[in-house]
């Protein structure tokens, strides 16, 4: 019997295991058992307030080959759940998006177009549409069409497609990751703490990335629209409500709302889309993106035991989660871990 522990019931925990578990089942290994530990599971995860849209953000200086590699895989599973009878549950949508910016660096390059569908540069004509009013003027864009898939749905979904598959689940904080690996019986340990990390293993690399953003009612909104200053605001649809972001404060564990940052984007976003001041407000929220100077994704041997560490996504978490995953699955077939199969 292989017995796997992952830590950890965000987006990136529930993916590992998963890739883990469908991967021996699917192989016909039946001795292998997955258990979900986690101090908070879905709808108390980082991920659960977020929009889940598909797109690189924040990942301070994570190889880029990697993040594109990491992230493709994302948008193909998303591809596929969109094109099953599941994408209505999972809460995958495909939407349309525009990005805009004062710095075509931010905005045109090979590494979103090969992803996402349809991506073209915008006119000048096209730009002057989003630049009536506006003081600094967008000099460039790029609209294309991505997935959303909002971990309040995806979460609950991939949750039960473990459990069906016969994954353990277990509430539970690790307090000491050296003596849980040392005296627990499980032979892999998958680390996907996100910013818990930090405490857990004295990581002085990670930090807090505050996001605060508004939820509003607003049913004529499908189109994603995120202004890429570094100032910006964004608007983003999910099924039945619509996210206006947003902040992204580094080294801030501040979790309540701040009524200043709540002007900033209830401002910022109607000045982007004028009709949102029709819109219902309906609940802020704030939540610590798992910051780190670079993503962590690595195996150490710990005696005869392996320990997988999967953590530091930043602002991608739900970008990169299902490519991080296939990298934990694939880190732990290569180094041969001794048990009965
Ligand atoms: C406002 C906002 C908007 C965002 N929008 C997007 C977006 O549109 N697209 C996108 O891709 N990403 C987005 N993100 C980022 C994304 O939400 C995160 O990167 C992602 O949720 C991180 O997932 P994770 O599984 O690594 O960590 P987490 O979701 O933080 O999960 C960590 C898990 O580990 C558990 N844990 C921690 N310590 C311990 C311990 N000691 N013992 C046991 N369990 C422990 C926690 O309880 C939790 O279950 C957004 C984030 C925010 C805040």
Same mark, same amino acid.
């Given at each position: 019997?292989?017995?796997?522990?992952?830590?950890?019931?965000?987006?990136?925990?529930?993916?590992?295991?998963?890739?883990?578990?469908?991967?021996?089942?699917?192989?016909?290994? %039946?001795?292998?058992? #997955?258990?979900?530990? =986690?101090?908070?599971?879905?709808?108390?995860? !980082? /991920?659960? $307030? *977020?929009?889940? &849209?598909?797109?690189?953000?924040?990942?301070?200086?994570?190889?880029?080959?990697?993040?594109?590699?990491?992230?493709?895989?994302?948008?193909?599973?998303?591809?596929?759940?969109?094109?099953?009878?599941?994408?209505?549950?999972?809460?995958?949508?495909?939407?349309?998006?525009?990005?805009?910016?004062?710095?075509?660096?931010?905005?045109?390059?090979?590494?979103?177009?090969?992803?996402?569908?349809?991506?073209?540069?915008?006119?000048?004509?096209?730009?002057?549409?989003?630049?009536?009013?506006?003081?600094?003027?967008?000099?460039?864009?790029?609209?294309?069409?991505?997935?959303?898939?909002?971990?309040?749905?995806?979460?609950?979904?991939?949750?039960?497609?473990?459990?069906?598959?016969?994954?353990?689940?277990?509430?539970?904080?690790?307090?000491? %990751?050296?003596?849980? #690996?040392?005296?627990? =019986?499980?032979?892999?340990?998958?680390?996907? !703490? /996100?910013? $818990? *990390?930090?405490? &857990?293993?004295?990581?002085?690399?990670?930090?807090?990335?505050?996001?605060?953003?508004?939820?509003?009612?607003?049913?004529?909104?499908?189109?994603?629209?995120?202004?890429?200053?570094?100032?910006?605001?964004?608007?983003?649809?999910?099924?039945?409500?619509?996210?206006?972001?947003?902040?992204?404060?580094?080294?801030?564990?501040?979790?309540?709302?701040?009524?200043?940052?709540?002007?900033?984007?209830?401002?910022?976003?109607?000045?982007?889309?004028?009709?949102?001041?029709?819109?219902?407000?309906?609940?802020?929220?704030?939540?610590?993106?798992?910051?780190?100077?670079?993503?962590?994704?690595?195996?150490?041997?710990?005696?005869?035991?392996?320990?997988?560490?999967?953590?530091?996504?930043?602002?991608?978490?739900?970008?990169?989660?299902?490519?991080?995953?296939?990298? #934990?699955?694939?880190?732990?077939?290569?180094?041969?871990?001794?048990?009965?199969?």
């Amino acid at each position: 019997m292989l017995r796997v522990a992952v830590i950890g019931a965000g987006v990136n925990g529930v993916a590992s295991a998963i890739k883990i578990l469908e991967h021996y089942q699917d192989e016909k290994k %039946l001795n292998v058992q #997955v258990t979900i530990l =986690s101090e908070q599971f879905t709808p108390h995860t !980082t /991920g659960d $307030g *977020s929009a889940g &849209l598909w797109g690189p953000f924040l990942l301070g200086g994570t190889d880029e080959s990697k993040v594109h590699k990491w992230s493709r895989d994302m948008h193909l599973f998303l591809e596929q759940i969109w094109l099953s009878e599941d994408a209505g549950e999972a809460g995958v949508c495909l939407v349309p998006c525009v990005r805009l910016s004062s710095d075509p660096s931010v905005i045109v390059g090979d590494f979103w177009r090969d992803i996402v569908y349809g991506a073209v540069e915008l006119t000048a004509e096209q730009l002057e549409v989003y630049n009536k009013g506006r003081d600094v003027k967008f000099t460039c864009g790029m609209s294309f069409v991505t997935y959303t898939s909002e971990p309040i749905k995806l979460l609950p979904y991939l949750m039960k497609r473990f459990v069906r598959r016969g994954g353990q689940v277990e509430q539970r904080k690790i307090t000491d %990751l050296e003596s849980f #690996v040392r005296e627990s =019986s499980y032979d892999v340990i998958v680390n996907c !703490t /996100g910013l $818990g *990390s930090r405490q &857990l293993l004295n990581d002085d690399d990670v930090y807090s990335v505050r996001g605060q953003v508004s939820r509003v009612r607003a049913n004529w909104v499908f189109t994603a629209i995120l202004d890429e200053s570094d100032d910006g605001n964004y608007i983003i649809p999910n099924t039945e409500s619509v996210v206006l972001g947003g902040t992204h404060q580094e080294r801030d564990y501040n979790t309540n709302v701040c009524a200043k940052d709540k002007r900033f984007i209830i401002d910022g976003c109607r000045s982007l889309l004028p009709g949102l001041k029709h819109s219902e407000h309906l609940f802020d929220w704030v939540g610590l993106r798992p910051g780190r100077v670079q993503l962590r994704l690595e195996a150490e041997r710990r005696g005869n035991k392996l320990l997988i560490h999967n953590y530091g996504h930043g602002g991608s978490g739900v970008t990169l989660c299902w490519g991080c995953a296939d990298d #934990v699955l694939n880190l732990l077939l290569a180094a041969k871990v001794k048990a009965k199969l």
